[in-house]
């Protein structure tokens, strides 16, 4: 077989992994749209859920939802900035860094089921928080955290390095240097971080289930203490305890607002990122 024999059937064989991913994606959001568009109307998104939620609107599980993101978000956000200036404008040494993101990046391994588990026990049991949303804002900013901090270090190691050189000259600190010439440069990767971890943290389900998620007839918090109801817990209850048609569409019509929200929040960041990194790096 001679190399260009090869290479095309490399080529074909690259195609075809990539039209049956696009055709996956493509299938899935016209099932979720396709039985989740006869639910929505605006009452179906303003209304309290009913009857153990199935009937009724989403506004509290939609409430409790961007509770928890903005939560997580809030949390895991300064420590991603931290941890990613600390890595690229402190530490000099390589095999510091490769360390360091290797323990960073090696909490995308976990199971999400074993931070639920583990996230409770620590916050839940032995710092008393309960099942509350703050246990799972803790739970999901542990989780996120290496999503954000890819972004945000992307965004800073891709700033020429003719304006750290500009300010070293100029007497700057490595604090200094990063408040006043990194990160004003680098902000779009902050923000389109931020907008990922959202995204993110909106899509998870197992470690919040028994950590933050109240799966009936919670409202909103009055405390950190309280748990909330969510959209991911409100389709899992209609998926798995209703068979009547009503509760079936309901749960499609949640599953497409929770579509909605992370597909918003991810359009979001790639016209952030694609529109602000070009003149960041001029």
Sequence with gaps: MNRKMRDNILRGIIYLTAFAGMFMMVAVLWEVIQRGWPALSLEFLLQPSSNFGAEGGLLYQTLGTIILMAG???????????????????????????????????????????????????????????????????????????????????????????????????????????RRVVLPQCWYGAVTGALLGLARAAGETAAIMFTAAAFSGATWPRSFADPVPTLQTHILVLAQDSADAVSQTNAWGAALVLLMIVFILILTSLVVRSRFSMEAQR
């Design 72 to 178: 997580a978000v809030l949390i895991g956000f300064p420590v991603a900035l931290g941890s990613a200036l600390f890595q690229t404008e402190y530490v000099r040494s390589e095999q510091v860094k490769t360390f360091f993101r290797a323990i960073i990046f090696s909490l995308n391994a976990v199971p999400t089921i074993l931070f639920g588990l583990a996230g409770y026990l620590f916050f839940g049991v032995y710092l008393a928080t309960g099942v509350s949303w703050l246990t799972g804002a803790l739970i999901l900013a542990i989780m996120i955290l290496p999503t954000i901090q890819a972004s945000i270090q992307s965004a800073i190691e891709c700033l020429p390095e003719k304006y750290r050189e500009v300010g070293m000259a100029l007497g700057l600190t490595p604090w200094a240097l990063a």
